[in-house]
């Protein structure tokens, strides 16, 4: 009898167990919930403020990762793969989302660029990154002036030089047209330009197509959750009301932040902030902000010391009392920096991947976006 007692009282516990796993994947309605995996914790938080009950979402970022250089473990591909949709942000900032997309496609999972439609904004739009690009040529960009001062007598001399032993290697390098021009352009470069190719080059963190950090700006976000939003209506059609209004509801609220950040920069002393990495591009085009950086748009581009120098110059003539560190990456050579000025170390937010705190603090967007404005508001005045 007391054994028999004891089976029922497992089989309780047992079905209990079920009964309570399976709720957690219903929704309110007692419809079953989306899975959904994202990257950057923007994509995860709009998800979940759109998909509310309708959706469980799971970042593939842990705590603190780098979005720049993470690569998901098998396993986590494993969950990604079993599940109803990835959302990432498709403008160049998860190096491993190109090879995992053939990979969930062919596993019938809804592949989402949130940032489709969004126009990215270049390097040579940041007038900052532009001056480095010049004085990264430095002196032998002027050499590469005079060589192209010469570019008649160049061409006589290939058309003598045609004519000898080398004839079959000069056609052949002619035959490259822009590629042989480029080609001199790397050479007047120097080391620092080899350099930047390197990284350009890394797998993982392409920029080539422009700056990726879009969630920055609170009105492109806007475009990220409406591609969220739609593509939940059309996984669960049966929901759309409730996905437009809790839309609505993030647009809202993204417009009301839009306009704290104006009010931020409109009554602020100056508009000019030295950071450690090149992430806040879309401020400058948005609210008139002016960042000076230490690393370009990867923090793994880094200024030759003749970049480090006028960055240095540059904040001592503008007087400026603080350098921005980034929450998630290192910013060695941002030290030095502070050292050097005498400075007083903020920290920005970009969003990339919560902390271990934020966590515990259940931070979302708007909460950390907000943090950045106080940031911003003590950086400027």
């Known amino acids: 009898m007391k054994t028999k007692s004891i089976f029922i009282a497992l089989m309780l516990v047992v079905f209990t167990f079920l009964v309570g796993c399976n709720s ?65 942000s498709g403008v160049g900032v998860e190096g491993f989302a190109d090879k995992a997309k053939g990979v969930l496609e062919n596993e019938d999972v809804k592949v989402v660029a949130a940032g489709h439609g969004i126009e990215l904004r270049g390097e040579d739009d940041h007038d900052h990154d532009h001056e480095h690009e010049e004085e990264a040529h430095g002196d032998d960009h002027d050499h590469e002036h005079e060589e192209e001062a010469h570019i008649d007598d160049h061409d006589h001399e290939h058309e003598e030089e045609a004519h000898g032993d080398d004839h079959d290697h000069e056609h052949e390098e002619e035959a490259h047209g822009d590629d042989h021009d480029h080609e001199h352009e790397e050479e007047a470069h120097g080391d620092d330009h080899d350099h930047e190719h390197e990284e350009d080059g890394h797998e993982g963190h392409d920029h080539s ?7 920055l700006d609170p009105t492109l976000s806007i475009t990220l959750a409406e591609n969220i939003k739609n593509a939940l209506v059309e996984l669960k059609p049966e929901a759309k009301e409730d996905f437009e209004a809790n839309f609505e509801t993030l647009k809202t609220d993204l417009e009301k932040l839009d306009a704290e950040f104006k009010e931020t920069v409109d009554t602020a002393n100056t508009n000019k902030i030295l950071v450690s990495h090149a992430a806040y591009g879309y401020w400058e085009h948005r609210y008139g902000l002016e960042q000076i950086s230490v690393t370009g748009l990867s923090p793994t581009q880094e200024p030759s010391q003749k970049q480090l120098t006028e960055i240095i110059n540059t904040a001592k003539e503008n007087e400026i009392q603080y350098v921005i560190f980034d929450q ?29 705190e934020d966590v ?16 911003l508001k003590k950086a400027l005045n």
């Open 328 to 356: 998630n990456i290192s910013g060695k050579i941002a030290e030095v920096v502070k050292n050097e000025i005498k400075a007083e170390a903020l920290v920005l937010h970009n969003l990339e991947a919560v902390t271990e």
């Open 209 to 215: 197509d422009g700056d990726p950090h879009v969630w």
């Open 24 to 88: 957690d994947n219903q929704a309110s309605d007692g419809s079953e919930k989306l899975t959904i995996h994202t990257t950057i914790f923007p994509l995860e938080d709009f998800t979940k403020k759109i998909g509310g009950d309708h959706v469980e979402v799971t970042s593939v970022y842990p705590p603190g990762a780098d979005a720049h250089t993470f690569e998901p473990s098998t396993r986590t591909m494993s969950e990604m793969a079993s599940s109803d949709a990835f959302i990432y």
């Open 360 to 375: 515990n603090n259940e931070e979302d967007y708007f909460s950390l976006m907000r943090q950045n404005l106080e940031t």
